[in-house]
């Protein structure tokens, strides 16, 4: 309790009321939080029995490989994105996704010189494992490193969590139930096809397995021998980790033979509201428009009749790009634009040597998701196409803000600020 009382008789008062409170509190906290985690542990396990179990048998799960993944197990209510039984999501304030920071922070140079450093240290010891995999995948070794690398720290991070314990806490009272539950009955068919030991399914904290990071079901798709010894190992084999991964990205429309992109420089006569995959053209018509490679080098000739976009991750507060289909590609292994840029970004470096961004990551960030969302709604009612008021600045919310901006007498920046947000209200 703060602040001040006046007279003896009555601070004691409160004093001891203070205490006899505390110690009330303190047997609370005691008795009653242990009795509402047990509550929890037989609603989950009641779950397992009557919920789980039925569709997992139906899916070929036998009792004996449901009962060793969950033996022991008890929801973890540490991890993030929980709901309680019996209460409602709660969105917090203030989010801490990258995206909600200056992007520039995304590339500190201690973190992409990690993954830069490391990967052409083992691109030379890989040499022919990564050879064999371009020429049957076509995914250059050095986007392969530079995944690996950002992922686990090509091997290094440890995977403290039980899959199982994970997957079942999220499946059972996450807000995103339905999505966990299919990843969990993954789980359990990597085990029951003898893919994988249940002691083996070690996770991260959004149950990822692996050095590659695959969700179950990716697992299950795209995981491959590669190292030729009869079983998937993406816990412990560098070729089955690596080809694992050019297969995945293979899966998801990787192009042989092409990047994932350029920097560039925009003139202002290109406005930013021209960014996004679905509003590409030839990289000859870019040019056209004044938009040049940094450093004075031409577009590759084999790329000027390619099809290219424009990406520009902060609007006009950052580097520009001239993105590839090879650039989606990596987001679907992480929406994220900024991680697929850093993926892009590293594998130039492992390849070509230590060189950052020409281009300089201006003073933007610092807003809550919440602020976003409301500036999302409030361009959707002026008719503007957002994607989705999520609170992400996704490429299309960049563009609705310049084009909002030029409507408005305003210099187009492309980019989501507090000014902006004001004026939006």
Not at 268 to 293: F, H, N, T, Y
Not at 391 to 402: A, D, E, H, V, Y
Request: aromatic residues 10%.
């Amino acid at each position: 309790m703060s602040g001040r009382t006046e007279g003896g008789d009555t601070e004691r008062g409160i004093r001891q009321f203070c205490l006899v409170f505390f110690l009330a509190a303190l047997a609370f906290l005691v008795f009653s939080a242990p009795a509402s985690a047990a509550k929890i542990d037989d609603q989950f396990r009641a779950w397992l029995q009557d919920d789980l179990w039925p569709q997992a048998k139906a899916k070929g799960i036998s009792k004996q490989t449901f009962d060793a993944a969950f033996d022991g197990i008890k929801p973890n209510l540490k991890l993030p994105d929980l709901v309680m039984p019996g209460e409602k999501p709660k969105t917090p304030q203030k989010q801490h996704q990258a995206e909600f920071g200056s992007p520039g922070a995304y590339f500190a140079e201690k973190t992409v010189r990690a993954v830069t450093s490391g990967g052409r240290a083992r691109e030379a010891t890989n040499a022919k494992t990564l050879a064999a995999i371009e020429k049957r995948y076509g995914v250059p070794g050095e986007i392969l490193l530079a995944i690996w690398g950002r992922e686990t720290g090509f091997g290094a991070a440890k995977m403290p969590y039980d899959a199982f314990e994970v997957l079942g806490t999220k499946a059972f009272m996450s807000t995103k139930k339905d999505f966990f539950r299919t990843e969990l009955l993954a789980a359990l068919e990597i085990v029951q096809r003898g893919l994988a030991p249940v002691g083996a399914m070690k996770s991260s904290w959004a149950g990822a397995l692996g050095q590659p990071q695959f969700m179950p079901t990716s697992f299950l798709k795209h995981a491959v021998d590669f190292d030729g010894d009869g079983r998937v190992d993406i816990w412990n084999s560098t070729p089955d980790v690596l080809a694992s991964i050019a297969n995945y990205l293979v899966h998801y429309g990787w192009v042989r033979g092409r990047g994932w992109g350029f920097e560039v420089t925009v003139p202002e006569s290109v406005s930013c509201s021209l960014e996004g995959p679905d509003q590409g053209k030839k990289i000859s018509e870019w040019a056209a428009m004044g938009i040049k490679r940094v450093g004075g080098k031409p577009f590759p000739p084999s790329e000027l009749k390619a099809e290219g976009f424009l990406l520009m991750p902060a609007g006009r507060s950052g580097p520009a790009f001239i993105a590839t289909p090879n650039f989606y590609v990596l987001k679907e292994y992480n929406t994220s634009d900024l991680y697929a840029l850093f993926i892009g970004h590293g594998a130039d470096r492992i390849g070509h040597g230590d060189q950052t961004f020409s281009g300089n990551w201006g003073p933007v960030g610092d807003l809550h998701r919440s602020d976003i969302a409301g500036l999302q709604r409030t361009l959707e009612a002026k008719g503007y196409d957002v994607g989705s008021a999520d609170g992400l600045p996704g490429f299309k919310t960049r563009r609705s803000i310049g084009k909002w901006q030029v409507k408005n007498g305003q210099a187009a920046t492309c980019f989501p600020d507090a000014g902006l947000v004001a004026a939006l209200k």
